[in-house]
């Protein structure tokens, strides 16, 4: 089992920038990637950004590429999601996640190959 527990997140403006983290503890050896979506009311579960447990590579859906930017500290077992230029549309509940399962550039996006998902923090960004 994998436990996983976002903190940051709140308030902010157009513009600002925030940093979540997301401290795994557990069996994280077993980990294969961790990812970030967003749920805001009304609407589905949206991909963020991912982290491949064994490459580090990243990977950034169009909305926020260039703006987000995932990283981790193996030491600490914790995963970032550092966000730059914040927009109203990023209002949003933020969701960590991880998997063991393989995945492709097109399943890393998907919910269901998560088996472990945190809590999730809200991110509200004001015009």
């Known amino acids: 089992q994998v436990q996983l527990l976002e903190s940051g997140g709140g308030l902010a403006q157009t513009g600002d920038s925030q940093t979540l983290s997301c401290a795994a503890s557990?069996?994280?050896?077993?980990?294969?990637?961790m990812a970030w979506f967003r749920q805001a009311p009304g609407k589905e579960r949206e991909f963020v950004a991912h982290l491949s447990w064994s490459t580090a590579g990243t990977y950034y859906p169009d909305s926020v590429k260039g703006r987000f930017t995932i990283s981790r500290s193996i030491a600490k077992n914790t995963v970032y999601l550092q966000m730059n230029s914040l927009k109203p549309e990023d209002t949003a509940v933020y969701y960590c996640a991880a998997r063991r399962a393989p995945g492709t550039s097109t399943t890393i996006t998907t919910t269901q190959l998560y088996e472990y998902w945190g809590q999730g923090t809200q991110v509200t960004v004001s015009s």
């Open positions: 557990g069996r994280t050896l077993s980990l294969s990637g």
